[in-house]
């Protein structure tokens, strides 16, 4: 069984602010990478234990490159490293039984959730598909039913499990922390966060193993509306592939293939950045 893990920082148990997910920021950013290590370390081991015979990480997170190599459990794969065609979804595709999302994060404009934002915090203020809120989970979700590839286990605080449930509704939660405001929490000891995570994982693989685990499925057509901060950067946006402007400050993304759709929104959000949305 293979089983493809992209990890995010921001939902790691004991991260709270910026500077700890941020490259550069010494000892901040030291720490939260130690401990999102320890979490996906912990997604891996539960794995393998259940029957997991791969393991494939795909670096989700600020650079992608937040992991120590030498120290990452099982012999899995690690793909790092920035610009990458899909992102926070490169590597997975077709041959995947099994589909982690470690350490994710809330919607941008949805209920407080720490560190919470849809990919870019500057350009970004609502993601919407079918008119339901997503985070970045349910926007990655669109490849996982392109490849028709369970999502089986979600860590994150109590928050991200709310807006993955419509995309994953079988998936095993792990909650590492209950979210005060954006940037506050009530967080597990990093060592029961990884305890759960283990064994969270292990049940995640003995559910896809018995065939109760379905991949996404959202109902077409599909639409993704996207709002941005300002109106520049929606103009921006409409340039872009199947993508029509909604309103002063939005667009709306539509196509049949969702790989596609996802590929759209991906050429969106690196236009933006280059137009003045960092």
Known sequence: MKVWISFDMEGVAGIVDWEQCRAGSGEPYALGQKLLQNEVNAAIDGALEAGATEVVLNDSHGKMSNLDPREIAGGAAYISGRNKPLHMMQGLDASTDAIF????????SGPSSVLSHSYNPDVFSAARINGVLVGESGINALVAQHYGVPIALVTGDAITHDDTRPFAPDAVGVVTKESITRFSARNLHPDESCRLIRAGAA?????????????????????LDLEFRTADLAEVAAWAKHTTRTGERAVRVQNESLLEMFETFMAINALSLQFGGR
């Open 101 to 108: 999302f470690v350490a994710y994060h809330g919607a941008i």
């Open 203 to 223: 049940e995640a693989i003995r559910r896809v193993s018995e065939g109760t685990v379905s991949s996404p499925q959202i109902e077409s057509p599909v639409m």
